[in-house]
């Protein structure tokens, strides 16, 4: 198995294989571009709520209800799992790592797609924007849509 990940200036995802404690396991780490995305939320909501936020938390917790099913045991506040330095700009990011351990036929491709799939409908969600993104896209071209969606705002 080995690493898999997808990036763009708004979000990232990066799933790699490793051992902890002498346990397969599989490093979760995930980024959304606050400062990207604020164009698009600017005056719509309020100052405790933000979509883009949320959806990056709510695609982790899905993620974890994806692993309990498959017999996986995901931990939420393992620290030092290796995933500073994964982020593609210099500006504001919100990160959400995660540890996978006993991963068994869970792949770094599988959790990568399904992260991306989670976010794209939470943003297509946040946006209020009759254009839907699809979910489907390779990172720079998904990329030029957000670019569109986040202007546009």
Not at 52 to 66: A, E, F, N, P
Not at 70 to 85: D, S, T, W
Not at 138 to 143: F, I, K, S, T
């Amino acid at each position: 198995m080995k690493k898999h990940e997808y990036k763009n200036d708004y979000f990232y995802f990066v799933v790699r294989p490793d051992r902890k404690e002498d346990k397969e396991v599989l490093i979760y780490c995930s980024g959304i571009n606050v400062t990207r995305f604020l164009p698009m939320m600017q005056g719509r909501l309020g100052l405790g709520s933000n979509p883009i936020v949320s959806g990056l938390q709510l695609v982790k917790y899905d993620l974890c209800t994806l692993a309990h099913a498959k017999g996986a045991i995901p931990k939420e506040h393992y620290c030092n799992i290796g995933c500073a330095n994964i982020v593609p700009t210099r500006e504001g990011w919100y990160t959400e790592p995660l540890l996978i351990e006993n991963p068994g036929d869970m792949t770094p491709e599988e959790i990568v797609a399904f992260a991306v799939k989670g976010i794209v409908k939470r943003i297509n969600a946040a946006s209020l924007s009759d254009t839907k993104m699809p979910d489907d896209l390779p990172p720079a071209e998904l990329q030029k849509h957000l670019e569109v969606l986040c202007k546009r705002a």
